[in-house]
Structures are given as C-alpha cells and as structure tokens.
C-alpha cells in the first residue's frame, strides 16, 4: 500500500477582488499517492494554476483541506532563470533560500546537474542556453533542494513543438528515475496521456473532478514511445470528449 | 574573445574593421563639429560680427578661467559646488531609495503617502526657497538641502515602480520555497531593480545640478552658480559663460561616473 502524498478533501476556494468574488474551486477532492505521476487537464481558466498554489500552501482553502505531506518543487511555464546569476547560482537558490547552503548539498545539485547534461553550461548565464535547456535548468534547480512533490504547472507550454517533445521526455525520465511524486498541471490532452500514470479531467470553473482514469501503458514511461502505442489514440478521444463535453 | 580572432571567417573581420571605421568617423564627426563652432565663436568676435562682450569667446573664457586661477578661487569655486552636489545627489539617492523599499515593504505606507508624494512632485521646488533661507540660512546647508528637495522625490519614484514591477511568478517562485519577504526583497527584488537603478542614477545626476545650482541662485556667496549670478549682475559675460562651460564639464564628469559605474555592475549578469 502506498502512502498518500498529497490529498484534497472537498476544497473551496474563493478569490476576494473590489469587483467581486470568484469561486475557483469547489468539492474539490483528489489523491496523489508516492511516487504517482498525476496529470490534470481542464479547460482554460477553470483553476488550475489556483490547485497547484493550494496545493504549495501559498493559498489557504476557504473550505474543506488540503493535506501534503512534505516539502514541494514549483516549477512554472516559463523557466523563472534569474538572469543576473550563473546556471550554478541559480540552482543554488532553493537551497539558500531554505538555509541550506552546504558543501554537500551543493555537491548533490551539482551532481544532479552533471548526470542530466547540465555541467558545461554552469557556469553560464541563462540568457547563453536553449529554450529547453533553460527548462532543464529549471527542474534540476527545483530538485535541488530534494522535494517530496513536484508541482508543474504547464512547464512545456512555452517550448516549440521539437523541444517539447524532447524536453518532455527528458522530464518525464528524470522525475521517474529520481522516484518523485508529481502533478503535472496541462491543457495539452497528448501531453497528459504520454506522461502520466493518471490523468484527472477536470470541470469549468469552480473546478471539480469531473473523471480520473488510471493509465497503463504495459509498464510503459517513454513519453514518444507511448505517442507510438495504439491505447494512445483511443484515451485522446475519450479525453477530448470529457474535456469538451 | 581576442585570441579567437584568426579564427574569425574574413567576412568577419571585414564586418570589425567596417565597424571600427564607423566609429572612427562618428567620432572624428563629433570632435569636428565642436572645434568648428569654438573656431565659428572665437572668429566671429574677432571679425566683428559679433560682440564679445555680449557673446564672449573661447579665448576670452580661457582667460577668464586663467586669471581665476591666478587668484586662487577657481577650485575654490568648483569645489564647493562640486561638494554641494555631490553630498545632495548621495543623501538623494540614499534616501530615495530607503523610503522606496519601505513603500515596497508596507503597502498601508505606500498607499496612506502616495498622495503626498504625487503632489511634492508637481511641486516646483523653487517656491520652497524662502523657507529653505530661513530654515537653514544661507549656507551650503541651504544648497544641499535644495539639491535633496530636487531629487528625492524622482529617486523614490522611479525605485518604487521598479521594485513594484518585480516578476510576480518569480516570487511565487521563491514563495513556493518558503522565502520571507526579506529573502524576496535580497534575492530578487533588488538585484532585478539593478539597471533601473542605474538608469535612475543617470537622472538623479541631472537633478543635483539642478538642485544646487538652483541653490545657489538663491543664496550663496561662492560656488559656480553664485559666479553666474554674480557674473550676470555686473555684466561680465565672460565671467557666466566660463562658469556655464565648468559647469558642463563638470556634469559630464559626473555623468561619464555613473556610465563606468553601470559597466562594473552590469558587466556580471549578461542581460
Ligand atoms: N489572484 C486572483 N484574484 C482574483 N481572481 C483570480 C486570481 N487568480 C486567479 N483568479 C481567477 O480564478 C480563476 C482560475 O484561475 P487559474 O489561474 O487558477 O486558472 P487556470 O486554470 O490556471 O487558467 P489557465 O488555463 O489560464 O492557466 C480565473 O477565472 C481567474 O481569473
Ligand atoms: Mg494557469
């Protein structure tokens, strides 16, 4: 049995603004086990990015709970590189900010940096690398500091479709053989389907579960091998119904 | 990046040459140009068409500057001023950049001061000059006072839209790490204000020579301001323009700082 990671339980949300409120979530209720690969998709504006802020704590529920256990890795859109540091600087920074800072753990992000093809860019600054390798950055930077759960909120979505794809396997390989626990947040159906080992559809906003489905692609984690698989076609309909329904 | 110059394609080496030519020219445009208008100057008053003791001349500012000198009160001159300046643009700067972290800090300060800031701005600071006289005499204390009156409240404005422009997903970034507003501020907030912090400098530069210069129209016995104003009130043009002449080479010596300043602090980050 495997320990839960990461759970809501019946949570509401709203957001105050001068012009009104704004119900971003409502009975919103999921888990998130060890080691799961979790993908969300939803439509546009339905309270994604809102559930990976709860879910970081950086948002208390106006009702109902959000429990995680351990420390989480934000990792967004766009890489989020400080500029005026060095690829290295810049890794170092979850660790600084949590008072961290030590040989050892810089040895360990360095290391990590290293076995995913990041050492003869240290040095750089980020304004020297490729869209995805920038990207790349930002994950070694977020797993730096070892979290317990990654949270990504369409982390591909501002990479060109070549680079997606690479870069989206790379991911994918990292996260898996590091044996983290991740949501994935998503409004790419095919993104979902090649990566996760779940995928959670959610409703319109105030967003809700709508359906989960458990994918098992026979054991299968490559993200192009499972473009390739023919499962592949058939949950992208399903998908894509239950997304436009 | 020299030693790799042989193995530049020709074309590349062609395209610097091209460029350093280029510069060679726009450079030797400029200093043409200003030996042309001091000769077109210096000849029209010796040729008569102009009156010298109107316009004076190159040669008769040197002079001037010359038998300054001979007195002993031409550094004596530029120096207050300078001091003046200086002493007015650091506590600006200093100040203006405090009070701004605090408005980033507290957003019931911000938002309760705002107001007075917008309307001390507006303010033209000249009409604070009678109460500066008998606050703080007529001293340098009153130039330098004027000369803060002139820059803070740009120094604070321009620091805070930068500090308030700061990225809010890289703070939510260093939120989701657990960072304290103090660690956003040192982590982030200031080193992302870097280049509006120089671009603030280059104006807060201008303001000071506003500002004391200004200050010293209305009050003071010495400084170039005071040798303007002296110099106009007796009729000794030569007098005003080698003052004005000092005074822009002053600026432009202060300015050149904030320039070399700028390429030591921006030389690391490549952005
Ligand atoms: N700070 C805020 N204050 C008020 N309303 C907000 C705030 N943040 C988000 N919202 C509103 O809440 C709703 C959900 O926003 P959220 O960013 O979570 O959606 P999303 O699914 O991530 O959208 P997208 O697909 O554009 O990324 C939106 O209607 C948005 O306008
Ligand atoms: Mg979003």
Redesign the pocket.
Known sequence: MKEKMLSFDDVKLI???VRGE?T??QNLTFTVDEGEFVAII????????????LAAGLLTPSEGKVFCRGTVGYML?RDELFPWRTIEKNLYLPLEVKKQLSPETKERARALAEKYGLKEFLQSYPSQLSGGMRQRAALIRTLASEPDVLLL??PFSALDYQTRLNVTRDVSMIIRSEGKTALL?T?DISEAISLADRVIV?TN?P?RVAHEHPLDFDGETDPLRRRENKQFSAWFELLWKELNA | MKKDLKNYSKEHLLFLKKRKINLAIVWALRVGLLLFLLLFWELSTRLGWADPFLTSSPSRILNTIGALYQEGTLFYHIGVTLLETVAGFLVAVAAGCLIALAFWWSDLLRRVLEPYVVVLNALPKIALGPLIIIWFGTGSKAIVFMTIAVGLIVVIMHMLSAFLETDPNKILLLRSMGASKLQILRKLVIPSSLSAFISMLKVAVGMAWIGSIMGEYLVSRAGLGYLIVYGGQVFKLDLVMSATVILCVLAAAMYFLVVLLEKILVKNTDN
Do not use: W
């Not at chain 1, 939803?42 to 802020?53: D, E, R, V, W, Y």
């Open positions: 957001y105050h603004t704004v971003a979530t939803g439509p546009s504006g339905c309270g994604k990015s809102t559930l990976l802020s859109q909120d369409e947040i409004h959610l906003r967003a």
